[in-house]
């Protein structure tokens, strides 16, 4: 229901729009008596001296006659000063309405003059809900990842979501994924994100460099991906202190699951420090010098980021104190919070199968502690996924849908597989079994039908020349040529 301003009674009513022809008039584009004007090319003098004139025949069928002038900031200040005169004096059969998103560059004679009306952003919800609907309507089938990456880039403009999601069906073939809309779109994959959080907690600078070389590789735009990383990080500490009402801000479940985990091992002050380095690197990426240098070192300074203390807490441990308080979450590097689960082999978290799951949350923060001390690339896949304990056996489940399979790599190889499982029983007292699997969280089932490890443990033999090989290529060669071996 509206009410339509051409209509004819001096006492319209709000009426549907199918019901009265001037709205079915305007709707088409074809009314005689509403015009739309471009400011940006009709922007001089003269134009507005010939508005001036038609503006003094009265309407033809409407009650008002109405001029639309879109992007009115763009008119040169002689246009405005000839438009003055007709705003001050207007006829009573003619209605002005200006559209502008830039109303500071618009002068203070001509907006005393106008009554102004700002419209709002679009929330992230309504253009996500507005999409889905579009597509039900259209009958294509979009992931609901896809819709949010597409209200995300539409920046509370409907106009421009809808623009981009008929770019997207135009150029895809049957279902659309998220990874297919990044890639029409050009969009920086959600998971890039992840992983550089992931190398700010572990403080493992060749990760995140690595990282970095990826991002040049694959050619995205530097200032798009620094504006990613400001929202990424932003989500972060939201959903970090709005616990309850998280969901409320239309980020995909798996998403959201993923910054819950991320969350416990950073502090709000920590992650205001990141969004504070985030921004300069921004602005830094907009000059466009240096562009990779400068990433660069912002980057390196994030992960060399230390997790902050409070004040207080420093005080209380200069006076007199033993330790310093634990904070609320767990602290950014789980090493600072490895008191509160104890590391001997006799004390350790007991490993029956009544362990529950804050158990496993302990061991876990342990075991990525102990990590980080020797090889810091092998605790990334511990913080976003979940280590579950049965009894003696433990096993990691990676998403396969979230590109961790990078992960799944790295633990596949002998000496690192050993490696964890010997950290592990060193953690829970006792000799353990540990196994890693790609889990898809939509069906729920396991992807790999073995685990990766195997059924014995390799020999001190097998570690040492899997090792020496995997340096030293040229030592595979010679051993084979020679039927040699190594000797420990």
Do not use: W
Request: charged share 25%; with cysteine.
């Amino acid at each position: 229901m509206h009410i339509c301003l051409p209509a004819q009674e001096a006492s319209a009513k709000p009426h549907l729009q199918e019901s009265c022809k001037h709205c079915t008039r305007v709707t088409a584009g074809n009314h005689i008596d509403v015009f739309e004007i471009d400011g940006a090319s009709n922007r001089g003098i003269d134009e507005i001296r010939n508005l001036r004139e038609q503006v003094k025949y009265t309407p033809s069928s409407a009650r008002y006659k109405i001029y639309i002038i879109d992007e009115v900031h763009m008119l040169t200040n002689e246009a405005f000063n000839a438009l003055l005169k007709t705003l001050e004096e207007p006829p009573s059969h003619v209605v002005f309405i200006f559209a502008t998103t830039e109303v500071h560059k618009i002068p203070a004679t001509i907006l005393s003059r106008c009554q102004k009306f700002d419209f709002r952003r679009i929330s992230l919800e309504e253009i996500q809900h507005r999409l889905k609907k579009i597509s039900l309507a259209e009958n294509a089938e979009i992931d609901d990842q896809a819709i949010y990456l597409i209200a995300q880039k539409a920046d509370g403009s409907l106009r421009d979501g809808e623009s981009l999601l008929d770019q997207i069906l135009s150029f895809s073939v049957g279902r659309v994924t998220e990874k297919e809309a990044r890639k029409i779109l050009g969009a920086v994959d959600q998971e890039i994100y992840f992983r550089i959080t992931d190398a700010i907690l572990s403080q493992d600078i060749e990760s995140g460099l690595k990282i970095v070389d990826a991002i040049f590789s694959q050619g995205y735009d530097l200032h798009e991906f620094s504006m990613g990383f400001i929202e990424h990080l932003r989500n972060l500490l939201i959903i970090k202190n709005i616990k309850k009402q998280a969901n409320s801000l239309g980020i995909p479940d798996n998403y959201l699951t993923q910054y819950k985990k991320i969350g416990r091992y950073f502090e709000s002050t920590d992650v205001l420090r990141l969004l504070n380095i985030a921004l300069k690197m921004e602005a830094e990426s907009r000059k466009n010098v240096h562009s990779r240098s400068q990433f660069e070192l912002r980057l390196i300074a994030m992960i060399n980021l230390e997790s902050t203390v409070a004040l207080s807490d420093i005080l209380k441990f200069l006076n007199g104190y033993q330790a310093l308080p634990a904070s609320d979450a767990t602290s950014r590097h789980p090493d600072k919070n490895a008191s509160q689960v104890k590391e001997s082999p006799v004390d350790g978290p007991s490993v029956d199968s009544s362990s529950d799951k804050s158990d496993s949350e302990e061991i876990k923060d342990l075991l990525i502690k102990k990590l980080s001390q020797k090889n810091k690339h092998l605790s990334l896949p511990f913080y976003r996924s979940d280590l579950i304990r049965e009894g003696n056996q433990f096993s990691l489940c990676l998403d396969a849908e979230q590109d961790e399979t990078y992960y799944y790599q790295e633990i596949s190889d002998p000496v690192n597989r050993q490696h964890i499982k010997l950290v592990l029983s060193e953690i829970v007292g006792k000799k353990v079994e540990f196994t890693c699997y790609l889990n898809s969280p939509e069906k729920k089932k396991i992807l790999s039908s073995q685990p990766i490890f195997l059924k014995e443990d390799p020999t001190p033999y097998q570690l040492l020349s899997e090792q020496l090989t995997r340096r030293n290529p040229g030592l595979k060669s010679v051993v084979e040529l020679f039927n040699g071996k190594f000797v420990t």
